[in-house]
Every structure is written in structure tokens, then in C-alpha cells.
T-cell receptor, first 115, second 117 residues
């Protein structure tokens, strides 16, 4: 079964700390992996998209890595700020079957950055 | 540049009723997907529309149906509502690059919060 797991479920850190969010997936045959941010009661904001041929992507203070062989991705947030507080979701587009368009999501990591 | 817009933002319905949710994709996008997100869970794929046809469907009953119009906007219809249908319904759009959708990032709207009583 193709699943996505995110650890930890919740994380609380002081402002300024560097942190890592983890995502694992069950099948190495993926097309891409996308990290999203979701504020309470809101929709999803795309942060980074990593294609299956890439190892990492960077945007500002965010860096996402992809290791297909181990079925893992990490989202690194540098110098965290209270405005980074949100739920972070990892989503995988699996490649099996050649015609899969859906994203399979993890349950997310709730991040709280304390001033 | 307008992003993905969904309407209404909130909706309250009674068990057994029917509901229609609407989505306008981001400018330049031609593909629309719908997701259901229960409280505390990740979004679950319902279906995707491209060229006015349902291209792929998730594990949802036939009570869930959709439509895509020539201007790429889309509707999600849910019949015979159950209490368990209460959730945030998210619309996501993307575009096909040279026929390959799989590499395109998805852009999500803010969702419609459906409450079934």
C-alpha cells in the first residue's frame, strides 16, 4: 500500500532554532514530492516541489531533500520565526501504473515557533 | 494573477441533502483535482478533471460526482449527505506541460468547510 508518514506529529521550538521535518514514503517509484504549508482552517500553500530526478530544492530559508532509495524526504527550516507556525504536509505523486495523477499526503507536522 | 478560488467558504447542510461546491482554477491552469480533508488528517484525493472528463478517481462512492466546464472551472457534487462527509473540501489546479501532468506542482484554494448536521 502506498502511504506517506510524517514524524513528528507536532514540534515546538524557540524562535531562531534550525529544525528538520521528516517524511517517509513506502514506494521508491515516485514522480515527485511536494511540501505544503497549511494555516489553521485554510488551504495549502506549496513550498517546494522536488522531481524524482532531483536531490534537493531550496527556497529562501527552506531546503527540501529527497532520497528515493531510502524512501525519505526532509524539510529543513533555518532560523525559524513565529510566522513559520503552521502544519507542514508532505505529498507524494507515486509513479506506478504510469497514469497516477493523485497526491498521497501524510497527516502533517504541526509546528509551533515560540517567541 | 488570481489563484485558485472556491465557493462558498462555509456551508451547513442536513443529512440526506445534496451539495454543490465550485472551483475556478488558477489563471493558465487547465486541470482541476478535488480533495477531502477531515479534521487532523491529510487531504484525500477524490478525483481529477481534464478536458471536461474525469481522468482518475480515488476511493470515494458514487455519491461524489463532478463536472468541468470549457472554461476549466469545476464543480463537486455530493448527494445523500452523511455526517461523515463533514470536512474541508479542497480544489487544486495545475497545467499539463507537453501532455505530462505528473511533473506539475499543484496549487490549492482555501477550501470549502462543509458541516453536515
Amino acid at each position: 500500500k502506498q502511504e506517506v508518514t510524517q514524524i513528528p506529529a507536532a514540534l515546538s521550538v524557540p524562535e531562531g532554532e534550525n529544525l528538520v521535518l521528516n517524511c517517509s514514503f513506502t514506494d521508491s517509484a515516485i514522480y515527485n514530492l511536494q511540501w505544503f504549508r497549511q494555516d489553521p482552517g485554510k488551504g495549502l500553500t506549496s513550498l517546494l516541489l522536488i522531481q524524482s530526478s532531483q536531490r534537493e530544492q531550496t527556497s529562501g530559508r527552506l531546503n527540501a531533500s529527497l532520497d528515493k532509495s531510502s524512501g525519505r524526504s526532509t524539510l529543513y527550516i533555518a532560523a525559524s520565526q513565529p510566522g513559520d507556525s503552521a502544519t507542514y504536509l508532505c505529498a507524494v505523486r507515486y509513479g506506478s501504473g504510469g497514469s497516477n495523477y493523485k497526491l498521497t499526503f501524510g497527516k502533517g507536522t504541526l509546528l509551533t515557533v515560540n517567541p | 494573477d488570481a489563484g485558485v478560488t472556491q465557493s462558498p467558504t462555509h456551508l451547513i447542510k442536513t443529512r440526506g441533502q445534496q451539495v454543490t461546491l465550485r472551483c475556478s482554477p488558477k489563471s493558465g491552469h487547465d486541470t482541476v483535482s478535488w480533495y477531502q480533508q477531515a479534521l487532523g488528517q491529510g487531504p484525500q484525493f477524490i478525483f481529477q478533471y481534464y478536458e471536461e472528463e474525469e481522468r482518475q478517481r480515488g476511493n470515494f462512492p458514487d455519491r461524489f460526482s463532478g463536472h468541468q466546464y470549457p472554461n476549466y472551472s469545476s464543480e463537486l457534487n455530493v448527494n445523500a449527505l452523511l455526517l461523515g462527509d463533514s470536512a474541508l473540501y479542497l480544489c487544486a489546479s495545475s497545467f499539463r506541460t507537453q501532455g505530462n501532468l505528473r511533473g506539475s506542482p499543484l496549487h490549492f484554494g482555501n477550501g470549502t468547510r462543509l458541516t453536515v448536521t
